[in-house]
């Protein structure tokens, strides 16, 4: 029996780097591989290539490339911008958040609770969106940090960013926004907006997996929270992984390039037709956070009564990556944090599958996927697979 043709829609996951990304990684190794720190010609070449990289990035979000550092990626990013905070304040700090972050902010926030600073949530509605009110009487000039998320890696769903820094600009707290899921997906200008720390990971973006950078604008101070040599203007010690941080910077240019050539529409009008086929083909299925705005390539679908981990077992035996933010832990399906937040009724949030897609999606892949799930959702509910 042949492999089923693979059809990869767990882009949120991570994203297959591009063709011109992985040329100039393995071009990087090979031949560029000397520390941008040396002070010989050929380290010197591979600072030239770092710096370049830097101006690619810094453009994607319309920073100055002098306010970009890079790290290790995503989690690191966050990492350094809320603990490099407050580190610099060095004092027990007011931190708000919200209750849909990533994993990389609910666990820090945990371990900030734990350490003697104070963390409060917002909320958001029924349709992930975050409740505005509430920020603004939660934020309050004894807060030192708010950190949100601009696009949701569960449901796709996009903060009003806008709105969010006007409030706390009021406050005179630093805002920390977590673009990791946005950056490439929608335009995004920090010239424009009163942001101060903004975090990036190029594995998001068809970039290489384990790099990222922080933007952090002019005049915001953090401690680095990795000492050692004292590279990205001591703000983050060890040596540049120069060939990904020169695959995240043609990743970046690729992004502006899509962004600008509306490449994220035929994603969306994609995603639509995921969205609305399986919808028509399958009775009480429901799009989470269909009423709000949301990145052009995210769709998260509940189906009712259903076991997600049993259906994606069946897509992934056809051939089908997808995902669902359900977590097992002792046993137990512990369904998604996101979902519960949005008060999504349990029944649904356990049979809820994400499916993201990306600029190599083609219509044949997903007509075959809105033909293969009602089939498999009557297999899982012959077969008394339900939750
Ligand atoms: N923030 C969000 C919204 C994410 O989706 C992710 C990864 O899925 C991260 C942070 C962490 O990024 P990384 O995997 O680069 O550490």
Known sequence: MTAPQLIYLDNNATSQPLPPVVD???????????????VHQFGQSARHAVECARGQIAALVGADPRDV????????????????????????????????????????????????HTVDEVGVDCNGRLDLDQLAE??????????????????????????IARIVETRGATLHVDAVQAAGKIPINVADLPIHLLSISAHKFYGPKGTGALYVRKRTRIR?????????????????????????????????????????????????????GIVTA????????????????TTNIGFPSLAAEGMLILLSENGVCASSGSACSSGSLEPSHVLAAMNIPDELAHGSIRFSLSKLTTEAEIDRVIELVPQLV??????????
């Open 69 to 116: 550092v890079f790290t290790s990626g995503g989690t690191e990013s966050i990492n350094l911008a809320i603990r490099g905070l407050l580190a610099y304040r060095g004092e027990k700090c007011h931190v708000v958040t919200s209750t849909v972050e990533h994993s990389a902010v609910t666990r820090l926030v945990q371990q900030l609770r734990r350490e003697g």
């Open 378 to 387: 009557k297999r899982l509910s012959s077969a008394g697979m339900r939750a």
């Open 282 to 297: 399958v009775p009480g299925a429901v799009i989470n956070g269909a009423e709000a705005p949301r990145i052009c390539n």
């Open 224 to 276: 680095p929270q990795i000492i050692g040599g004292r590279q990205e203007r001591d703000l983050r010690g060890g040596t540049e992984n120069a060939p990904a941080i020169i695959g995240m910077g043609v990743a970046a240019e690729l992004a502006a390039d899509a962004l600008a050539n509306d490449t994220t529409l035929r994603i969306a009008a994609l995603r639509d037709r995921l969205e609305s």
């Open 138 to 163: 939660r934020v309050t000039n004894q807060t030192a940090l708010v950190s949100l998320m601009w696009a949701n890696n569960e449901t796709g769903v996009l903060f009003d960013i806008n709105q």
């Open 24 to 38: 100039a990684v393995r071009d990087a190794l090979q031949s560029g591989y000397a520390n941008p720190s040396s």
